[in-house]
């Protein structure tokens, strides 16, 4: 199966919750990731609470054209959930 995220919304801090196709979800954490020339500015909040769910590309993004694979985010929810 080929994931893609059909849902996203913020919830605090750097950290999303997001909905998979095969119906996982959970929170993942990006305070981490928010390095370089393409994550680095969205250590700004308001940059940071602008991503939206796309549908064609099935995965998170921002306005600035940044975005995570979708097997990246899935990984990184899985993870949190095994820690807690």
Not at 25 to 53: I, Q, S, T, Y
Not at 69 to 75: G, R, T, V
């Amino acid at each position: 199966m080929i994931l893609h995220v059909t849902q996203a919304k913020y919830l605090h801090d750097y950290v999303i919750w997001v909905r998979f196709n095969d119906g996982a979800e959970g929170e993942v954490d990006l305070a981490g990731e928010l390095e370089g020339e393409v994550f680095g500015p969205l250590k700004n909040m308001r940059r940071f609470k602008a991503f939206k769910a796309d549908p064609v590309l099935g995965t998170v993004v921002w306005e600035s054209g940044a975005d995570l694979a979708p097997e990246f985010l899935y990984d990184s929810m899985k993870i949190q959930i095994a820690r807690r």
